[in-house]
């Protein structure tokens, strides 16, 4: 034992114990959780490879197909957070000179640019302004042009609050020989979504959203098809961690070790997914597309208005113009502040342009508005 | 709001609440966890941009400086496991082409063998058998044939409980204009470790081991010559959730966003660092240490030997020869049936042949090792 080893105590803080503020979180995510969520989490820890947590293993499995509304066979939750399972769909479906055609109209549009260009794609993208969505025409032209192995769109843009209609995209790419990627981060549990329906071949999503979970363990689904493709690489998926292949190796029957999962976060993950299935798919829907109704209502009495056209608003998110004037970023601050309430500022090209308001989860109730809007009330400038 | 959209129900398991069983962790991790750090993950949730959590962020930064002992301004905690970590410092630090040498002497080195070369890397080995170490007359052979840009090295091998030592290594590396890579998944918090002392320049390790704490996120600390060596790259990270570039905007000054962290997993990770510079970092070392030297004594006393020699042997995890004629698995699997106990069985080349039996961090205890020999003796076979 090297007892005489020089130890550098500069760095050695002494902290009091930990101490959180309680917020109420109305902003893109996350969101407050479930009390039963949130206790889950302090259960007791086991290995990862204890039958008790192979079985709750399962148990998220099948519910995330709930939820998803998918018999996809490989449908798992990725150890991280929602980046780490959008870059597991663009890492496992990409070969390099694959062609990738991205629906950019946001903030995580522009990234799948990014990630699947660092997988060697060769990308091409159509665009529209932050907060509009794209026509089942402007789908299938770009389609004919660019003739892409995959598409990918956003279903949920968290940046903008839109939401792009999925019905019929599929059979587009489908006929084209194409897969459809989808991020449903801010749709997955509280925006209506029909996986299998819809022929959508990859998505992924997150935990702290529509599916009221802490941050963590991020949900992910490949079709059968979208598996076929990953069989057949002439590569290796350029990123162990979240290589599919290895996956299913501990997600399935293999099991076998491939990397320790963050254990109390599936605990939680599987209590929140319990709870919806619980509440049921379509009733959750509902909450979500009632409560956010009635934060629009609440909003126009203020002399506010959301920034996406109606038919397009996201039920779990919404942006709302910042008016001429006032100084959005100074609102929230004083939101978090003065009243414990968070909301988002505006991302990208809408940056000082709109707040963003999240009713997702278990935060999707008629108090998050009232509570907001009171606040809202005392912080807004009189002039408004 | 399309409520008429067609459910499907197969899917909607209708569970009961979580239940999971109390056992005492001791495998190769995850292990128990000190009640402060446990009831950490159960502070409120905040968003990963509030005040709070930024000061948060700063805390863990400064605190993993001293259990790494190194000023290294790029330290930070990755959100996955701590093979998410691991990839980050293979990613960062490898362009395609570059020569990397790895030291194989078990399962760890051979991963990143793959990992490398999924990077693109030109990927030499130097091998021993597993259980053994390098010495420095022979990593200054192999560096000299092979002339690599990164040598990579596992300190403390969790797949044979054997300690590379380290010091000397840097030395070599950098007279030659190699960086040092050194995996520290199970010695960091628990084994000596000296990384600006030794020259490490990039180091990865995960929470669940040595540190205490829940698996969920993972330290990672480049030197100021790897960082000069990502900041020259030629073509960007083929990694964006771990691309380091991007990840100290965040986590440096800027507070840019990235991806959403894992809020609670970063409580846990703060509270189990701030107990041990409460501790202190060779008080901790040394509680490890003697905490083995018993368990090594009890296993004599049972007739059972490390499969590893004593000067080389771990303080964090042993290895232990199964006795000839004793079904291994079948012993693992009763002290986790009839006594709530888990150890680890062999991995790779040592599969049947070993168990791996963890103490570390707040299961290195005296108590740790009475409950695991009382049940052990009621188990094995009483012809041992």
Sequence with gaps: MTLTLPINDSKRLQLPP???????????????????????????????????????????????????????????????????AMEAAIANATEPGDVVLVGVNGYFGNRLVDMAQRYGADVRT???????????????????????????????????????????????????????????????????LLLDAWEVDLAYSCSQKGLGCPPGASPLTMSSRAVEKLQQRRTKVTNW????????????????????APINMYYALREALRLIASEGLAQCWQRHQQNVEYLWERLEDLGLTPHVEQEFRLPTLTTVRIPEGVDGRDVARRLLNEHNIEIGNGLGELAGLVWRVGLMGYNSRKESVDRLMKALGEVLPKTV
């Excluded at 499995?61 to 957070?81: C, H, K, P």
């Excluded at 770009?142 to 279903?155: E, N, Q, Y």
């Excluded at 290895?246 to 990397?259: Q, V």
Aim: hydrophobic fraction near 40%.
């Design 126 to 192: 159509i665009a529209k302004p932050w907060g509009q969505v794209f026509s089942l025409d402007e789908i299938r032209t770009a389609l004919d042009t660019h003739r892409p192995a995959i598409l990918a769109l956003v279903h949920a843009e968290t940046s903008t609050g839109a939401r792009q209609p999925l019905e019929g995209v599929g059979e587009l790419c489908h006929d084209r020989g194409c897969l459809l990627l989808v991020d449903t981060v801010t749709s997955l549990g509280g925006v209506p």
């Design 241 to 260: 961690y979240l290589d599919m292949n290895l996956l299913m190796k501990y997600w399935g029957s293999d099991r076998t070790y491939h990397h320790t």
């Design 18 to 84: 930990l101490q959180i503020p309680t917020r109420l979180l109305l902003g893109p995510g996350p969101s407050n959780v479930h009390p039963v969520v949130q206790e889950a989490m302090n259960a007791p820890i086991v290995g990862h490879l204890d039958p008790a947590f192979l079985a709750l293993m399962d148990e998220i499995q099948t519910l995330l197909r709930y939820v998803w509304q998918t018999d996809n066979q490989w449908t798992i939750a990725v150890s991280g957070t929602g980046s780490a």
